[in-house]
């Protein structure tokens, strides 16, 4: 039985947490397309769904009434080879609440792109360093017959008002179109915007926390213990080392302090994070778009875990080697640091939405706070199931009967580091451009 529960805690040490563990939503910049073969003319129905982040940094530029012109100029659409110039016949602009009290915003465009033609080719040019939803569609009406097409009838996303769950695990993915069509008779009639644009949405969790009204002694002490909360539950999600911790502070033989140790030095690595990210986000985004740091940073966390892990490995096969000469008390200044930058390196974009909205907000003292409070909630985390760590650590240590696989849980453990830090650097590397 005692052996069970030694494989079942390897396994648990070994099994890693899927990819991305940080959903971009409060990043995404979705585009639709619908291009319209009406009769014998071609419309083109664009549409932009910003979420919170890029409508911080591009909605002043996208509300101004040159906007649409200039997003019809990056649509490439060619009519028997011939690329077309898109006339703007409508826009519609909506901005909405977010998360935080910021905005998030909907843009609508209508383009007559000409006669209509036999061949067809388009391809969306418009903001694409940006994560997001892609989708094109393809629509004939008023005796227009498409012979063939790469693109679909229908949107699944109701022309990005209503997205699939899986949206930010498998996003739609496709900016371009190819069509052969044989024109219609009658006299094309280019689509209306009509309705709601989409569906407000609302923040939520941690994010609403900075958009109170009034803030009191007793809202703030309440919204700070909140934040503690939501930063926990975020650790819980996959992601942040807890299986890197828990296999480190075993393989290192580490004790309750270097646990307590490792829950402040991501609490202090996650807050630097989104402070960074947002400079980045406030000053560089002309340059760099905030999300392409993510797949850097991946990268960066797992390369600290594949050192970390080959070093404690060696010291436990040098102790294997020299029973009689341990140093292991040196493993804990660089590998804590190292395994603690690891788990707090990839900042929560909510906890940037709040950074964010507390700036808007002129509230930059209350949204640190908040944002410090989150990264003690996720530290306590990985500080509790470092603790848990090093008590079945003693735990096993006791067992006298099991002596043989205990004393080898170290070196099996330093092992498990290095497996889990090549898995993540091998995730990771697809997706550096």
Not at 18 to 36: D, K, M
Not at 54 to 60: A, I, R, V
Not at 110 to 127: E, I
Not at 254 to 260: N, Q
């Amino acid at each position: 039985m005692k052996r069970l529960l030694i494989l079942l805690a390897l396994l648990a040490l070994l099994t890693p947490g899927p990819a991305g563990a940080h959903p971009l939503g409060n990043f995404t910049v979705n585009r639709y397309a619908g291009i319209e073969l009406s009769g014998d003319r071609v419309f083109v129905h664009y549409a932009l769904d910003l979420a919170e982040i890029p409508t911080f940094q591009e909605g002043k530029r996208l509300r101004t009434p040159e906007a649409a012109a200039e997003l019809g100029r990056g649509l490439e659409l060619s009519v028997d080879g011939r690329r077309r110039s898109l006339r703007v016949l409508d826009r519609r602009v909506e901005l909405r609440r977010g998360a935080g009290g910021l905005q998030t915003l909907r843009l609508d465009a209508v383009y007559d792109a000409g006669p209509s033609g036999r061949q067809l080719t388009y391809a969306d040019g418009n903001l694409e360093d940006r994560l997001g939803w892609k989708e094109v569609v393809v629509r004939a009406t008023r005796g227009t017959r498409v012979v063939s097409t790469t693109a679909p009838a229908r949107s699944i996303s109701d022309e990005l008002r209503s997205y699939p769950r899986d949206l930010l695990r498998e996003p739609a993915d496709t900016a371009s179109a190819q069509v052969i069509l044989v024109p219609g008779p009658a006299h094309g009639s280019p689509p209306q915007l009509t309705g709601s644009a989409t569906q407000r949405r609302h923040g939520g969790g941690f994010e609403s926390l900075i958009a109170g009204e009034e803030l009191g002694p007793g809202l703030v002490a309440l919204s700070l213990a909140l934040a503690l909360f939501w930063g926990a539950a975020h650790a819980l999600t996959p992601g942040h080392g807890k299986a890197i911790v828990a296999a480190y502070l075993v393989g290192s033989r580490g004790k309750a302090r270097h646990a307590v140790a490792l829950g402040g030095i991501v609490t202090v690595t996650h807050t630097i994070g989104v402070f960074a990210l947002g400079l980045v986000t406030l000053a560089l985004s002309e340059f760099l778009v905030p999300e392409d740091l993510y797949p850097w940073l991946n990268l960066t966390a797992a390369l600290l875990v594949v050192g970390v892990g080959v070093t404690v490995l060696r010291r436990r096969l040098r102790d294997r080697t020299h029973p009689h000469n341990h140093h292991h008390h040196h493993d804990h200044g660089p590998g804590l640091l190292a395994v603690g930058i690891s788990g707090g390196i990839l900042p929560c974009p909510t906890a940037l939405v709040v950074l964010l909205a507390a700036i808007s907000l002129h509230r930059v003292g209350f949204g640190l706070l908040l944002i410090v409070a989150f990264s003690l909630g996720l530290a306590s985390v990985v500080t509790g199931i470092g603790l848990l760590a090093v008590s079945a650590r003693r735990l096993f240590s006791r067992l006298r009967l099991e002596g043989a696989a205990v004393r080898t849980l170290p070196a099996v453990s330093a092992a498990a580091i290095v497996a889990l830090g090549l898995v993540m650097t091998f995730r990771s590397l697809p997706t550096v451009t």
